[in-house]
């Protein structure tokens, strides 16, 4: 049996649903291992995946008898093979934050129910952590440490920021990575200073501080990681910046743990950077796992506590508009007395030869 959508099914019951149609690939993966295109129909009496002809081979070489999903190819289905499908449902969930408005109305044509929402059900439960997932992260993790240490001996005055992201791909995707898990993120001298920078064709300069901000997927499990580079020197005002920055870095790890909450964090960690005449752009941090950005969010306004076996970013940042922009970020595992950091990588300042 598989064990992800019994509970899938048993959360379905307590919410008065008697089926659901998971349209996300990422929660599709997350219940079954299905990486193709297609729906998971959970219904009344079976667990039935809808994909393409294409993929149909693909899919049942990765299912099991015990996962109990039946595969059909969509085009030997009609109008009335899709209707029969919820047959004797009241209500059927669906994924709102996911699904447009066109796909609901199709929706609503071809099965013929009543759509629930169902507020993020199978995200929520993909917050904790599994022992594999954990697993997978932690590869992930140690593959950008490997990047980043590479990177360090390949960065060269008169480099592109262009050149180092493409370079940061390759390497990924040589040394045992699916890819990435987001465009890296390669940012020098005052284009630093947007915490969203795209890597453009800006030249590496004698003095630059580099901003890479990069992660990887290995199994579709993300890693997350920002380091500063600093080209021959560190100037005193960068270096001031690197230690509120790091200091912040620390006190919010050192706050994370089981029970503790992110509101409260966040709030700490503002009132820090503010203290020390920043003020803050982005979030300290967020949850890591399928998707890059996925719960638990680190936030001013939202209560939500820390369990042991969250996956989550710290990424406190300083910046100064049109100057330059410092951030250093580690993915840690939440566990009952603290983080366990999974992106290992030094936080001293990095001081390259360029």
């Given at each position: ?5 019994k509970w899938l099914r048993d ?76 047959m004797f449902c009241e209500n ?87 890819g990435v898990s987001f465009e ?171």
């Amino acid at each position: 049996m598989n064990i992800k959508i019994k509970w899938l099914r048993d959360k379905l019951r307590t919410q008065n649903l008697q089926g659901m149609i998971v349209s996300n690939p990422v929660n599709v993966k997350y219940l079954t291992g299905i990486e193709a295109e297609g729906e998971l129909l959970i219904t009344l009496r079976e667990n039935i995946f809808i994909t393409d002809s294409r993929y149909v081979e693909a899919v049942n070489t990765i299912l099991t008898i015990e996962d109990e999903i039946l595969v059909n190819d969509k085009k030997n289905l009609n109008k009335d093979d899709y209707a029969a499908f919820f047959m004797f449902c009241e209500n059927v969930g669906f994924e709102e934050n996911f699904v447009t408005y066109a796909e609901y109305k199709e929706m609503l044509q071809k099965y013929r129910v009543n759509l629930m929402e169902t507020e993020k059900i199978v995200e929520s439960q993909r917050i904790i952590k599994e022992e594999k997932e954990i697993q997978c992260i932690e590869r992930a993790c140690e593959i950008t440490d490997k990047c980043f240490e590479y990177l360090q001996s390949f960065i060269k005055i008169g480099m592109t920021e262009k050149e180092i992201a493409f370079e940061i791909e390759r390497f990924y995707k040589t040394n045992g990575a699916d890819g990435v898990s987001f465009e890296p993120i390669v940012a020098s001298g005052h284009n630093s200073s947007m915490p969203h920078a795209v890597p453009g064709n800006r030249k590496i300069k004698d003095g630059d501080l580099i901003l890479i901000d990069m992660g990887c997927k290995y199994k579709g499990y993300c890693s997350d990681m920002t380091r500063m580079i600093f080209v021959n020197c560190i100037e005193d005002e960068y270096k001031e910046a690197y230690d509120i920055c790091l200091k912040n870095n620390e006190m919010v790890e050192k706050e994370i743990k089981d029970g503790k909450n992110m509101k409260t964090i966040s709030q700490n960690s503002n009132n820090d950077l503010k203290v020390n005449g920043y003020s803050p752009l982005h979030s300290v941090g967020h949850g890591v796992g399928l998707d890059i950005h996925e719960k638990p969010f680190f936030s001013i306004t939202y209560d939500q506590q820390l369990k042991e076996n969250m996956v989550v970013t710290v990424e406190p940042g300083v910046y100064k508009t049109g100057q330059f922009g410092i951030r250093i970020e580690d993915t840690v595992l939440v566990g009952k007395m603290g983080i366990t950091r999974l992106t290992k990588s030094s936080k001293e300042p990095t001081i390259i030869n360029g």
